[in-house]
């Protein structure tokens, strides 16, 4: 990310990091982007309620921001992007508690046990012949999230038998490029239910 954001500001071209997946998930900061912008998702590694985000803006543009609604603030503050209207409050109440959650097992070590989620299902099942793992398996390139798909079954079909079947929600992904379901444990899956998504996969690809 920074590498490419260090391109586009040579060029005058400002730079937007989307980071719904990334933010508590991976142990970054935000200045190490070299962004002028991102906007992140907080129910999905935060833990926060669903429908909570985040907007950063580094300090130095704010003022270059002009809402299309909102309060009237000074230029430099941020506030003045903040929505009017009727707020979750009580979803927003929530944020201080997973921010001290997150601080209290650390970012290091979150993305190592998500990695080793990962890596402990992925290793039971890619070797199978009827098994196409798209991602990369290389721990500097992915953190919790693999793609996983079955040789003649379409996402959809393998994601409904895998919860018919087996009682396990996935995600089916349609693209091209990339036809599988995004498995993404999170800090309370236990082992045995990775073992236990391992084999359900095993014993469909079997039965391709």
């Known amino acids: 990310v920074a590498k490419i954001a260090n391109v586009a500001k040579s060029k005058g071209i400002d730079v937007l990091v989307d980071s719904a997946h990334g933010f508590a998930h991976i142990d970054t900061q935000v200045s190490e982007f070299n ?10 590694w935060l833990c926060a309620p669903l429908g909570l985000g985040a907007l950063y803006v580094r ?8 809402p299309l609604i909102g309060r009237i603030r000074e230029p430099g503050d ?35 046990r ?4 990962r890596k402990r299902w992925v290793d039971q ?5 009827n098994v196409i793992y798209n991602s ?3 721990h500097s390139r992915t ?28 995600v089916p992904i349609g693209h091209k490029r990339v036809p599988g379901l995004r498995i993404t444990p999170h800090l309370c899956t236990r082992i045995e239910e990775i073992d236990r998504f391992a084999q359900a996969v095993l014993e469909i690809a079997n039965q391709a």
Request: include cysteine; aromatic fraction near 8%.
């Open 136 to 138: 990369p398996t290389q």
């Open 143 to 170: 953190c919790a999230i693999g793609n996983v798909g079955i040789q003649g079954i379409e996402p959809k079909v393998f994601a409904q038998k895998l919860f018919d079947d087996f009682r396990i929600f996935t």
């Open 35 to 44: 962004c002028d912008f991102m906007g992140t998702s907080l129910h999905k």
């Open 125 to 129: 099942v890619r070797d199978h012949p």
């Open 78 to 112: 941020i506030r003045k992007l903040d929505t009017l209207g009727t707020q979750p409050y009580a979803a927003h109440e929530t944020i201080p508690d997973c921010i001290a959650f997150h601080n209290a097992i650390g970012s290091t070590l979150k993305q190592e």
């Open 114 to 117: 998500l990695r080793y989620l």
């Open 59 to 66: 300090k130095d543009r704010v003022k270059d921001i002009q």
